[in-house]
Protein backbone atom coordinates (compact mmCIF):
# COMPACT_ATOMS: atom_id res chain seq x y z
CA UNK A 1 0.00 0.00 0.00
CA UNK A 2 1.65 3.41 -1.47
CA UNK A 3 0.08 6.55 0.55
CA UNK A 4 -0.18 10.04 -0.29
CA UNK A 5 0.64 12.32 2.43
CA UNK A 6 -0.89 15.74 2.54
CA UNK A 7 -0.99 18.69 4.94
CA UNK A 8 -2.30 21.89 5.39
CA UNK A 9 -4.23 22.57 2.43
CA UNK A 10 -5.25 25.75 3.71
CA UNK A 11 -8.18 26.31 1.41
CA UNK A 12 -5.12 26.03 -2.24
CA UNK A 13 -7.38 24.63 -4.94
CA UNK A 14 -4.40 25.58 -7.49
CA UNK A 15 -1.49 23.78 -5.16
CA UNK A 16 -3.73 20.50 -4.17
CA UNK A 17 -4.88 20.20 -8.31
CA UNK A 18 -1.00 20.32 -9.14
CA UNK A 19 0.27 18.50 -5.95
CA UNK A 20 -2.70 15.39 -6.55
CA UNK A 21 -1.12 15.81 -10.17
CA UNK A 22 2.39 15.32 -9.73
CA UNK A 23 1.51 12.37 -7.25
CA UNK A 24 -0.75 10.58 -10.13
CA UNK A 25 -0.09 6.83 -10.24
CA UNK A 26 2.26 7.10 -7.30
CA UNK A 27 -0.13 6.36 -4.28
CA UNK A 28 -3.51 3.78 -3.53
CA UNK A 29 -4.98 5.91 -0.62
CA UNK A 30 -4.65 9.75 0.71
CA UNK A 31 -4.31 10.81 4.25
CA UNK A 32 -4.35 14.10 5.73
CA UNK A 33 -2.25 15.91 9.07
CA UNK A 34 -5.11 18.69 9.10
CA UNK A 35 -5.82 22.44 8.16
CA UNK A 36 -7.57 22.02 4.96
CA UNK A 37 -8.92 25.08 5.30
CA UNK A 38 -7.88 29.19 6.63
CA UNK A 39 -6.05 31.65 4.45
CA UNK A 40 -7.18 30.72 1.08
CA UNK A 41 -10.40 31.55 -1.34
CA UNK A 42 -11.29 28.06 -1.66
CA UNK A 43 -12.73 26.32 1.35
CA UNK A 44 -15.53 24.44 0.05
CA UNK A 45 -13.78 23.08 -3.02
CA UNK A 46 -10.79 21.68 -0.47
CA UNK A 47 -13.25 19.88 1.78
CA UNK A 48 -15.35 18.50 -1.30
CA UNK A 49 -12.24 17.20 -2.53
CA UNK A 50 -10.63 15.56 1.20
CA UNK A 51 -13.98 13.98 1.34
CA UNK A 52 -14.21 12.36 -1.93
CA UNK A 53 -10.44 11.59 -1.61
CA UNK A 54 -8.85 11.10 1.79
CA UNK A 55 -9.67 7.85 3.93
CA UNK A 56 -7.78 9.19 7.13
CA UNK A 57 -7.65 12.63 8.97
CA UNK A 58 -7.39 14.75 11.55
CA UNK A 59 -8.14 17.96 12.41
CA UNK A 60 -5.74 21.26 12.74
CA UNK A 61 -6.05 24.75 14.63
CA UNK A 62 -7.49 26.00 11.41
CA UNK A 63 -9.82 23.64 11.04
CA UNK A 64 -11.04 24.46 14.63
CA UNK A 65 -11.04 27.93 13.98
CA UNK A 66 -13.21 28.29 11.00
CA UNK A 67 -15.57 25.53 12.55
CA UNK A 68 -16.86 28.13 15.43
CA UNK A 69 -14.94 25.80 17.41
CA UNK A 70 -12.23 28.23 18.71
CA UNK A 71 -11.88 31.58 20.46
CA UNK A 72 -10.65 33.68 18.00
CA UNK A 73 -8.61 36.01 19.93
CA UNK A 74 -4.74 34.09 19.98
CA UNK A 75 -5.07 34.19 15.88
CA UNK A 76 -2.85 37.20 14.36
CA UNK A 77 -5.56 39.80 12.37
CA UNK A 78 -4.82 38.09 8.93
CA UNK A 79 -5.63 34.30 10.38
CA UNK A 80 -8.75 35.92 12.29
CA UNK A 81 -10.28 37.73 9.40
CA UNK A 82 -9.53 34.68 7.32
CA UNK A 83 -11.27 32.07 9.82
CA UNK A 84 -14.44 34.13 9.78
CA UNK A 85 -14.47 34.74 6.28
CA UNK A 86 -14.44 30.58 6.10
CA UNK A 87 -16.92 29.96 8.45
CA UNK A 88 -18.86 32.28 6.79
CA UNK A 89 -18.69 30.70 3.55
CA UNK A 90 -18.54 27.22 3.90
CA UNK A 91 -21.61 25.15 3.38
CA UNK A 92 -23.86 24.34 6.28
CA UNK A 93 -22.71 20.45 5.36
CA UNK A 94 -19.31 21.30 4.82
CA UNK A 95 -19.31 23.05 8.33
CA UNK A 96 -20.60 20.32 9.56
CA UNK A 97 -17.99 18.09 8.51
CA UNK A 98 -15.27 20.46 9.68
CA UNK A 99 -16.67 20.36 13.12
CA UNK A 100 -16.78 16.69 13.58
CA UNK A 101 -12.97 16.33 12.71
CA UNK A 102 -11.25 14.46 15.04
CA UNK A 103 -8.10 15.35 17.03
CA UNK A 104 -4.85 13.50 16.49
CA UNK A 105 -2.98 11.24 16.91
CA UNK A 106 -5.10 8.93 15.25
CA UNK A 107 -3.33 5.27 13.75
CA UNK A 108 -3.68 4.53 10.00
CA UNK A 109 -2.24 1.64 8.93
CA UNK A 110 0.96 0.79 11.77
CA UNK A 111 1.61 4.88 11.35
CA UNK A 112 0.22 7.91 13.42
CA UNK A 113 -1.32 11.12 11.94
CA UNK A 114 -1.56 14.30 14.06
CA UNK A 115 -1.36 18.40 13.42
CA UNK A 116 1.22 19.69 15.78
CA UNK A 117 3.26 17.44 18.30
CA UNK A 118 2.01 14.03 19.87
CA UNK A 119 1.72 15.47 22.71
CA UNK A 120 -0.73 18.73 21.88
CA UNK A 121 -2.32 19.48 18.69
CA UNK A 122 -1.28 22.64 18.51
CA UNK A 123 2.46 22.58 19.39
CA UNK A 124 5.21 23.26 16.65
CA UNK A 125 8.16 21.28 16.81
CA UNK A 126 10.22 23.06 14.42
CA UNK A 127 13.80 22.10 15.88
CA UNK A 128 15.14 19.07 16.99
CA UNK A 129 15.34 20.41 20.82
CA UNK A 130 11.39 20.78 20.09
CA UNK A 131 11.21 17.02 18.83
CA UNK A 132 13.51 15.68 21.66
CA UNK A 133 11.31 17.12 24.38
CA UNK A 134 7.93 15.20 22.95
CA UNK A 135 9.67 11.92 22.24
CA UNK A 136 8.38 10.17 25.09
CA UNK A 137 4.92 10.95 23.64
CA UNK A 138 5.58 9.12 20.41
CA UNK A 139 3.68 6.16 20.10
CA UNK A 140 4.23 4.72 16.69
CA UNK A 141 7.87 4.20 14.76
CA UNK A 142 6.42 6.28 12.03
CA UNK A 143 4.65 9.58 12.90
CA UNK A 144 3.22 12.22 10.19
CA UNK A 145 2.67 15.90 11.49
CA UNK A 146 2.47 19.39 9.90
CA UNK A 147 1.56 22.48 11.45
CA UNK A 148 4.85 24.31 10.80
CA UNK A 149 4.24 23.96 6.95
CA UNK A 150 7.64 22.82 6.35
CA UNK A 151 8.94 19.93 4.67
CA UNK A 152 11.41 17.40 6.69
CA UNK A 153 11.09 16.43 10.18
CA UNK A 154 13.21 13.96 12.53
CA UNK A 155 14.08 10.98 13.18
CA UNK A 156 14.46 10.32 16.94
CA UNK A 157 18.21 8.33 17.47
CA UNK A 158 19.45 6.68 20.01
CA UNK A 159 22.02 8.77 20.23
CA UNK A 160 19.87 12.02 19.92
CA UNK A 161 17.50 13.85 17.60
CA UNK A 162 18.64 14.28 13.86
CA UNK A 163 17.16 16.47 10.87
CA UNK A 164 15.65 15.00 8.00
CA UNK A 165 16.61 16.76 4.20
CA UNK A 166 13.78 17.90 2.68
CA UNK A 167 13.43 18.27 -1.03
CA UNK A 168 16.46 20.04 -2.83
CA UNK A 169 15.24 23.66 -4.43
CA UNK A 170 16.43 21.97 -7.80
CA UNK A 171 14.89 18.63 -7.74
CA UNK A 172 11.36 17.72 -7.39
CA UNK A 173 11.83 14.17 -5.02
CA UNK A 174 14.01 13.58 -1.98
CA UNK A 175 13.74 9.82 -0.82
CA UNK A 176 14.65 8.58 2.59
CA UNK A 177 15.09 4.73 3.23
CA UNK A 178 13.95 4.73 7.49
CA UNK A 179 16.30 3.17 9.22
CA UNK A 180 14.65 0.00 11.54
CA UNK A 181 14.02 0.09 15.14
CA UNK A 182 14.23 4.27 15.14
CA UNK A 183 11.40 6.44 15.40
CA UNK A 184 10.49 9.16 12.61
CA UNK A 185 8.13 12.65 12.94
CA UNK A 186 8.08 13.45 9.35
CA UNK A 187 6.47 16.42 8.10
CA UNK A 188 5.28 16.06 4.52
CA UNK A 189 5.36 20.14 3.77
CA UNK A 190 1.83 22.11 3.38
CA UNK A 191 0.78 21.81 -0.02
CA UNK A 192 -1.28 25.11 -0.18
CA UNK A 193 0.91 27.55 1.63
CA UNK A 194 4.93 26.34 2.47
CA UNK A 195 6.71 28.56 4.76
CA UNK A 196 10.22 27.18 4.11
CA UNK A 197 11.32 29.61 1.58
CA UNK A 198 10.36 27.44 -1.30
CA UNK A 199 7.02 28.26 -2.61
CA UNK A 200 5.94 24.71 -4.68
CA UNK A 201 3.68 22.86 -2.76
CA UNK A 202 4.36 20.18 -1.08
CA UNK A 203 3.58 16.52 -0.22
CA UNK A 204 4.89 13.14 0.46
CA UNK A 205 4.90 9.68 -0.64
CA UNK A 206 5.02 6.68 1.83
CA UNK A 207 5.51 3.11 1.35
CA UNK A 208 4.94 0.97 4.61
CA UNK A 209 6.41 -2.28 3.05
CA UNK A 210 9.72 -0.25 2.21
CA UNK A 211 10.08 2.32 4.75
CA UNK A 212 10.39 4.25 2.14
CA UNK A 213 9.25 7.82 1.78
CA UNK A 214 9.31 10.57 -1.05
CA UNK A 215 9.51 14.20 -0.01
CA UNK A 216 8.27 16.00 -3.26
CA UNK A 217 7.44 19.20 -4.37
CA UNK A 218 5.55 20.78 -7.75
CA UNK A 219 5.07 24.47 -9.08
CA UNK A 220 1.67 25.46 -9.04
CA UNK A 221 -0.24 28.15 -10.46
CA UNK A 222 0.75 30.52 -7.46
CA UNK A 223 -1.03 33.53 -9.49
CA UNK A 224 -4.24 32.10 -9.85
CA UNK A 225 -4.42 31.29 -6.13
CA UNK A 226 -3.78 35.18 -4.95
CA UNK A 227 -6.19 36.60 -7.53
CA UNK A 228 -8.83 34.41 -5.67
CA UNK A 229 -7.66 35.57 -2.23
CA UNK A 230 -7.31 39.35 -3.39
CA UNK A 231 -10.81 39.12 -4.96
CA UNK A 232 -12.43 37.73 -2.33
CA UNK A 233 -11.08 40.76 0.02
CA UNK A 234 -8.80 39.03 2.29
CA UNK A 235 -5.95 40.36 3.61
CA UNK A 236 -3.28 40.92 1.08
CA UNK A 237 -0.29 38.99 3.09
CA UNK A 238 -2.17 35.74 2.28
CA UNK A 239 -1.36 36.21 -1.26
CA UNK A 240 1.83 37.80 -1.27
CA UNK A 241 3.47 34.85 0.80
CA UNK A 242 2.60 32.12 -1.33
CA UNK A 243 4.78 33.60 -3.90
CA UNK A 244 7.27 33.56 -1.04
CA UNK A 245 6.81 30.38 0.34
CA UNK A 246 7.23 31.78 3.56
ZN1 LIG B 1 -1.49 25.17 8.88
Same mark, same amino acid.
Given at each position: ?????????????????? +? #??? @??????? =???? $?????? %??????????????????????????????????????????????????????????????????????????????????????????? +? #??? @??????? =???? $?????? %???????????????????????????????????????????????????????????????????????????????????????????????
Amino acid at each position: MRYLILSDIHSNREALEA +A #AAH @AHGLYDR =VVCC $GDVVGY %GADPNWAIDWVRAHVGGIVRGNHDRACAGLEDLEWFNAAARASAQWTHDALTPENLRWLRDLPAGPITVDSFALLHGSPADEDEYLLSTRD +A #AEI @AEYVERS =VSFF $GHTHMQ %GGFMLHRNGVRLLPRTPLRLQEETLQLEPDTPYLINPGSVGQPRDRDPRAAYAIYTPESRLVSFRRVKYDVQAAQEKIRSAHLPGILAERLELGA
